[in-house]
Structure formats: structure tokens, C-alpha cells
DNA sequence: CATGAATGAGTCTTCATTCAT
DNA sequence: GATGAATGAAGACTCATTCAT
């Protein structure tokens, strides 16, 4: 009997141009809106940028506002990533351990595009409403309260989900702070940032530890 | 005892009437950027509902730009005198007692006008690059450090930028995100959050003592 | 004591200015109407033939929908003019004479603008739900029946809206189709036309008379 | 007797095909048309109404004109049908019955699709100049003139042409206006309906005959 | 023949800004 | 100084049509 081959199922044709296209209107839309903002970014610019006509955007995204959904979509894909990963490596860790994970983490994912990630935070109308954002929020929020739930006794909070709002809300500002402020830090300067926020994390969450 | 005349010299009328003009203008901009977001605001609405023309509207801004600035600039100067005071009245409070009365100046400051706080924050392009906008964090941070310099002895912290400029990123993200997602927040609720960011900062200046 | 002159209030210059413009933003209309077609006739179009900027005409009507209507009813204000007039002078003729009148009444509001008419009737979508026409064909019909409601003793009609109708519709259909068959029918021609038309409506109406 | 086997060349596979796909194109023209108007009647989306690709249907018709035009012959195609059977039959029958049967006709021509008539009466663009329609109506006018000139002793009229366009013009427009205005009038309103025009129309034709 | 992705001219509409009155 | 009509560049979006696969 002959073995078939086994195949793994080519896209087809038309499907990968398709993927290629969305893919380099997503490019342009990060480029786009990164170099001139959210108000320079209007869709023929964008289609030009990415090769296509606005014709073929409008093909694959009902409005300017699908399209960058779509972009922080992908954006939060990858962020959502790192983070499920560092928070799944997490598990095993004691708490300072775990939080400077989580910091770093937090780092990485800012480094990921800051110039997009800032854009996102600052021009995006109506970012906080967008399915994706909320879900990553949720996301996030949820894998953080699971790791400290299972150190409960570890931790001196009264509140689990005020302190891990307080947890990720924190971790997130700062980060974004660091990255805004210091694009070019080095190694070192990076390791100091992440030690002083463990530091206030740890602390906050094991007061009462001599350290 | 003859009462003093007043001769603090009357704004003549027409400079009164110029400083109304301006002040309908500017509150007419808060509302319709409220209202509508930055990308509504249009500088024929903003003229319509201050009750001028537009024309006016440009003898006393040169572009919208300058019209939004001068909106941060007035909302900036609210806040600065708030956050002024409370950091002048903490200079002889301890590091508990200071934190927690700047946490709650910043919870003042937030409730200033946390719909148009929200919409500098989130919509307006290149807010960041705003003189008025670094001024305001440059004096923060100034003031906010030089508490902290003169209570050097009583807290541990290697790099001292370092440690105001996360006190105030925390401070500031975590006000922000108690007013974004509480707004209708009781007492008790905005008192336990006070305590709890006091909690986190004070733990981390003051790392020896016991709490 | 000083008669004070009358003086009939002056349109101030503006105001009459603002007349001008919207007057010859409708011509555009009807011209670009009528040369091009309703689909061909672009809100850029019609103000450029109007010599005014598109944002000028965006003044005055809200969208292009706006534009047509507002020309639909100045036309309409004319054929009503018309119509009213006919009509009026009507009242004391007896039934040949009067449908006489109203098919010569009929006829000339045809020829106001025959083109602009046509395209009317035949392109503008949605023209039958337009408020102006509505009204336009509710006072005709008004008039007409009241007309034939002092003459009922010597009409003989079942059910008088039902001929009120056909009447309005007849005569409507005809006159259209006359004016744009023949648009350039001799006196003679509309003569023996309007003779047919009365000869129809009056037999109808009256038909115990001998003719 | 041997049973002729049938021999009429069956349209091959392919050809029938095409005609169930240039049916199945109509079909969503009309539908596309009633349902959304002209203006938003697109190839695009008759094509994915019809279940075919866009350029399946520009394989069929040149452009969109000619589509509508199709669509406007295949309707024209089963209303003359009516209209010719309706007038055959009519030849043998005196005048006011015959002007009964070419009421009623007009009335189920119109009631073919109602919804389609109208459209393209109010918003297909140069309508009137279309072949097709330009047939129907040389056709139509042609069939009752030739009834009307076979009873020419019977009536009275100076002009046949005249005569005939006056007929055909008021049927038309009258059955227009009742489909429009009761689209869902009972037998009876219908019956009372083709009573008047018929009474309209026979008194203009045969003005001596007491009735 | 069929497909449907791609095209890009053209549409409606908005809005910052100017300037004659 | 105030007014608000006018401007026109620019933006979001549509759609008839083509053509590589």
C-alpha cells in the first residue's frame, strides 16, 4: 500500500498574496502612523505606502478604524505572547523572582515597537474601547491574579484584584515611562530599572520580609 | 482707620472683556473636546459655542494648536496650584504623611476635569511635546524631589532622580486609572486606594521600617 | 417734526449677497441637471459651474440631497405660482372653459424648464417622498377638487376624489408627454392639443351634454 | 404510426448554462434594483447576489447599461406579451368592451413587478431613450392604432395618431398612479378602477353615444 | 470560460484658515 | 476689533472595470 505523502496543505495561491497583502497594509499603517501620526495617517497614504490602492485596502477593511484595529491586533499578538510565556515560565518562582519576570516581560514587550506602542497610547481615539485592547487587559490582569492567588500566604494584600491592578497598572506605566524616556538605555541602566521596580512591587506585596 | 481705596489698577474693559472673550473661547474648547473628542473639535464648532466668530477665535489664537495649548496651559495652571500647595504643606510631614497627601493631590488634580484629562491624554497629538505639559511634570518632579532630598536620611534610595521619577509615574498612572475606571468612586472606595498606593511608595522609600 | 422717510428695510448687503449665491448654486444645479444628468452631476461640478467653492455650497445645503430638493422646490414655487393662479381665475368659468384654463395652465407650468422637469420626473431618486413635491400635488389636487366640488350639479361623477385624481393625473401625463415629444409644437399644435385634452376631461365630467 | 422522436436540437450543456446564468444576472438586477435603487445597484453586488463572480458578468454584458438594458428588455419581453395577446383578442369586440380589455391589460402589465416598473420609470437614467423601450411603445401604439383605425367609423376623431397617443399616454398613466397609490387595492377598487377610465376614454372616442 | 483581487478616478464631505465688510 | 462668508486642499470611501491566475 503506498504511503502517502503526507501534505501539509499548501495555502493557496491566492491566499498567500492575499496574507502578503493585508500583511504589508499592516506594515504601512505602522510605519505611517508612526512617522506622521494618527491624523497624517489617512488611507491613501497608507495604500501608497504599502504598494496597493486604497481600492484593495477598502477590499480587506470596511474603515480607517478597522484597519488600525487590525494593527493593534497584531501588535497585542505578539505582546500577548511574551507576556502569556513569561507568566507561564512564572509559575514555579518565588515572588521577587517572579516580578522582576514580569518587569521584564513588561520590558520587552514595550521594545517590541515603541514608536507604535506610543502612538497607540497617546493618538488612538477610543483605544481603551477596542475589543483587542480590553481582551489583552483582561489577559493580562487574569494571568497576574492567577500567579498571585497561588501565593496567597506568600503575600500580605487584602484585596487580590486591587493589588493586581495596582500590580500591572504600575508595572505598565513605568515601563512605558522607561522606554519613552530612555530609548537608547543600556544593559545596565536597564537592570537598575527593573530592580527598583521589583523593589516596589516586592515590597508592596511582602512587607513584611526584611530585605 | 481710613479704608484703603483699592488702586490696583481695573483691567480697562476692554481688556476685561478681552480676558471673558478668551476665557468663553477656552471653555467652549474643554466642552467640545469633551463632548465630541479632538477629532470633532473643529474650530468653527469650538467659535459657535464660545458664542464668537471664528475669526475672532483666530485674532487670539494663530492656529488650533495654539488654542488646545493654551487650554492645556489654563487646565495645567489649575492643577500646578493644587499639586503647589499640597506640596508645600507636606514639607514638615513625615514620609507617610507626605505620600499620602500627595497621592491625594493627585486625586484632587485628576478630579479637576477628568473627562478633558482624558482626552489630553488619550487623543491629543504630541501632547508630550507641549511646553506647557513639560513644565508642569519638570516642576513636579522638582518639587516632589526636593521633599524627598531634604528627608534623605529617612529613605533608602541609591538613585535619587530615580526614585522621584517613579514615585511620580506611579502616582500619577495609577490616579489616572482609579478615575478612568471608578469615576463614581465613594470615599471609602477612594480612601482605600489612597492607603494602598501610600502602602506601595512608602514601602518602597522606606524599605527598613516595620509597617 | 421730521417725517422720517420711509424706508423699506434693505436687505443688508449680505444677506442679499447670500441670496445671489444660493440662487446661482440652484441654476448650477439645474443646469448641470439637465446637461449632464442627475448620476454625472457631482456637488464639485455644480459649484464650479456656479463659480463658488464646493465648502460655499456646503454652507447653505447640508448635502447634495439638500441641493436637489431646494431646487425641486423653487421650481415647484413657480408651476405652484401657476397653478394657484389658474386656478383662482377659474372659480367663476363654467366646466369647459375652466378645464380649458387648467390644461393651458397645465401646460405652461411644463414649459417653465421642460428639461429640468423631465429630469425630475425621471432621475431624482426618491423624488415622490420629497416634502415639496407632496405638497405640490396635495394643494393641486385641493384646488382642482374644490373647483369641482362647487360644480357638482353640473358634473357627474360617482366618487369625487377618484375624479379629482384621474383628472390631475390626466392632465399631467398628457402635458408631459406633449412637452417632451413636441417640445417645439407651434401655436396651432398646442391648440389642437389643449381642444383634445378639454374634449376628453369635459366628456368625462359631463358626458349627458351634447357636444 | 411511428412516434417522432423529438429532433428539436437541444441546447447543448453550455448554452443552457448560459442562459440559466445570464437569468440568474437578471434576476439579481431586478432585486438588487427594487431592493436598493439605482444609485446602489453596483456590478459588485448584483454579481454576488446573482452567486457568480464580477467577471463572470462583464463576460455577459459589456457594462452596466447593458445590463439594466437586458433587464429592461426581458421585462418589456412579458409585458408585450400581455399587451399583444390582450389586443388580438380585442379585435372582434366594440369599442367600449375592447377599451376595457386594454385597461385591464395595462393594469396586469403593470402588475408584473410593480416594484421594477417603478425604478425604472423614476431612476434609470435615460430611459426613454432605450431601444427596447422605444420598441414597446412604437409597438403598443401601433397595435391600438390599428384597432382604432379598423372601428374608425365608430369614433370620433380628427386626428388617429393623436387620438391613439392620447389613449395609450393616459392608460399608461393612470395605471401607473393606481399601482403606485393601492398597491394592494381589492377586486372591487380594481373593477371601479378600469370603470372610469374606461368611461374616460370611450366618451372621448365615441362623444355621440349616449351612455 | 470563471474567478475575484486589484485598480484608481471620482464622489461626498469636512475643516483650518483668510479677508472683505 | 469683530464678523462670518468663502475657500479649496484633503480625507474617507465607492464602484465600474480589468486581468492574471
Redesign the interface.
Known sequence: MPRTIPTIPRKSASQERSRATVAAMLDATARVLTRQ???RASTNRIAAVAGVSVGSLYQYFPNKEALVAALVARHNREILQLVREALTEVASLDLPAAVRAMVAAALDAHLVDPALHRIF????????QLAEIEALERETFHLVRTYLENRRREIFVK?LD??T??LV??V???TH?FV?TKPDARDGARD??ID??T???V??LQ?HRR?
Chains 1, 2, 3, 4 share one sequence.
Open positions: 501620526g494618527y491624523d497610547a497617546e493618538q488612538v481615539p477610543r483605544m481603551g484585596d486591587a493589588a491592578s495596582i497598572t504600575t505598565e506605566a513605568l515611562q519613552i537598575r530599572f527598583e521596580v523593589r516596589l512591587l515590597g508592596y512587607p530585605r
